[in-house]
């Protein structure tokens, strides 16, 4: 094998296991947007009364909105851009149910229905969610 081969080979199999510096500048930056969202998301107390629910989704809508912004303001390397491209369909998903549930609500809808049928239709878009930051190796983001 010629030197140029061995010298393509080993530097192929050392980027395997290395993300390049974008990749790592994407983690770091979504890390950050996503914890501040995280500490403002553990501000927000549970209704005590399900009356109050619509204000409690109101709330919560507001960190995520901000969040889901500034997180489409990041740019994903190429070889990423498809699992954060899922990430941020995932939460937009999630945001427009939030904000379907208030309207219902503010409608005079049963909150303790509407919560349950919220529930059910978050779950696969918090799945696809998880699994996407997951992937992009940004714990922060995932399973809040």
């Given at each position: 094998m010629s030197r140029v081969a061995i010298a393509a080979a080993v530097l192929a199999v050392a980027g395997c296991g290395s993300s390049s510096p974008s990749a790592s500048r994407l983690r770091q930056?979504?890390?950050?947007i996503c914890q501040r969202a995280a500490t403002q998301s553990n501000q927000i107390m549970a209704p005590a009364l399900p009356s109050d629910t619509a204000a409690f989704l109101r709330r919560g809508a507001v960190v995520l909105a901000p969040e889901?912004?500034?997180?489409r303001m990041l740019k994903a390397p190429a070889d990423a851009a498809s699992s954060y491209s899922a990430a941020l369909a995932a939460m937009?998903?999630?945001?427009?149910l939030l904000d379907g549930t208030v309207r219902d609500l503010d409608h005079r809808a049963d909150p303790l229905s509407v919560i349950k049928t919220l529930q059910r239709r978050l779950a696969p878009a918090e799945s696809a969610?998880?699994?996407a930051w997951r992937t992009l190796d940004v714990p922060?983001?995932?399973?809040?």
């Open positions: 930056q979504a890390t950050v889901l912004a500034a997180l937009s998903r999630q945001l427009n969610e998880n699994a922060a983001c995932a399973s809040r």
